[in-house]
C-alpha cells in the first residue's frame, strides 16, 4: 500500500497550494509589462534624503544627472550583454556627454507584482542584490526608492527617470 493512500485531500491540497504560489517564477507576473514600459533611453536623477527616527526628512548631497539606457541587449564597456528573457532588461547609466565613457551596467528584474526591482549582482560583490521600490511607474516617468540604514537614520536614494 502506497504511503499517500488514505491522504488524498492532503495530497490534492499540497499541489494546489503550490500550484498557486508565484514565488517559483515571474513570467506571466507584471514584469515583462513593466520591462517592456523601461525600454529606452532615459534622463536620470539620483537624489539623497536621509530620514532620521523623529521623522523630519534632509537632502545630502547634490543631485546627479545622467543618461539611463534600458533594453534587451546593450553595451558595457565593450562588451554587448544580453538579456535572458521577458521579465528582464540589462541597463546602463552613463555620461550623456560621453557616452562611449565609462558605462555602469546592471540587470535588472522585477519582483512577482512588479512592484519593485530586483538589481542582481550590484556593485563590486556580485553576490549582493539591490532592492528598489517602485514608487511611479509610468511609460514617461519612474521613481524608484532604495533604503540604506546610517544608524538610527535611513538614507533613501530617489532615481526620477523621465522621457
Do not use: H, K
Not at 10 to 27: E, I, K, P, R, S
Not at 75 to 104: H, K, L, S
Not at 115 to 125: D, H, T
Amino acid at each position: 500500500m502506497s504511503p499517500l493512500s488514505g491522504r488524498p485531500l492532503v495530497v490534492a491540497l499540497a499541489v494546489l497550494l503550490l500550484a498557486g504560489c508565484d514565488t517559483f517564477t515571474t513570467t506571466g507576473s507584471g514584469g515583462a509589462a513593466l520591462m517592456s514600459r523601461l525600454d529606452g533611453v532615459w534622463t536620470r536623477t539620483v537624489t539623497t534624503e536621509r530620514v532620521r527616527s523623529d521623522g523630519s526628512v534632509t537632502a545630502e548631497g547634490t543631485p546627479r544627472v545622467d543618461a539611463y539606457e534600458v533594453g534587451r541587449v546593450i553595451e558595457c564597456n565593450r562588451t554587448t550583454i544580453e538579456n535572458a528573457g521577458e521579465d528582464d532588461r540589462v541597463a546602463v547609466a552613463y555620461d550623456p556627454a560621453n557616452p562611449r565613457g565609462f558605462r555602469d551596467c546592471s540587470v535588472i528584474t522585477a519582483d512577482g507584482d512588479a512592484s519593485r526591482l530586483i538589481f542582481i549582482g550590484e556593485g563590486a560583490n556580485i553576490v549582493d542584490d539591490v532592492v528598489a521600490t517602485i514608487e511611479e511607474d509610468s511609460a514617461s516617468r519612474q521613481v524608484w526608492a532604495f533604503y540604506a540604514f546610517d544608524g538610527a537614520d535611513a538614507v533613501r536614494t530617489l532615481w526620477t527617470l523621465t522621457r
